[in-house]
């Protein structure tokens, strides 16, 4: 998969193609992948998710916001958008702002039960309880 300004395109044969996949509306910023879920943040559509490689999405939050990153914990899904961080355990059908609301934070990481936050301006933030 490879996000791109134009949506979200799939190659099946190590990049020599690729195919535009039904997410063809928006700016996609950031992808994480669990299992059959993918899931993909947009800039200013929200959180979309598909469980068919790719072949439909459906809006899982966050429609009118850009997702800078995305980040996935076991079953925790993290999502970071202009307001915070937030936390889904229920694959995105609803979501939970954690204590990191900093507006300024654009980026995720995992590492083994650490999750990094990267910001514009107050540095790297490091979580150990999800």
């Not at 992948?33 to 966050?62: E, H, P």
């Not at 204590?99 to 650490?114: H, Q, R, T």
Request: hydrophobic share 35%.
């Amino acid at each position: 998969f490879a996000g791109t300004n134009k949506g979200l395109y799939l190659s099946t044969n190590n990049g020599q193609t690729w195919t535009h996949t039904a997410l063809n509306i928006a700016e996609v910023s950031s992808l994480a992948i669990s299992g059959n879920n993918i899931f993909a943040g947009t800039n200013g559509y929200g959180v979309y998710l598909s469980t068919n490689n790719g072949i439909t999405w459906t809006q899982m939050g966050f429609n009118s916001n850009v997702v800078f990153s995305l980040a996935i914990n076991g079953n925790n899904i993290f999502a970071v958008t202009g307001n915070g961080i937030y936390l889904s355990t229920n694959n995105g059908t609803s979501w939970t702002q954690t204590s990191l609301n900093y507006a300024s934070a654009i980026s995720l990481a995992v590492s083994g039960n650490n999750i990094f936050a990267g910001t514009l301006f107050g540095g790297v933030y490091r979580s150990t309880d999800n």
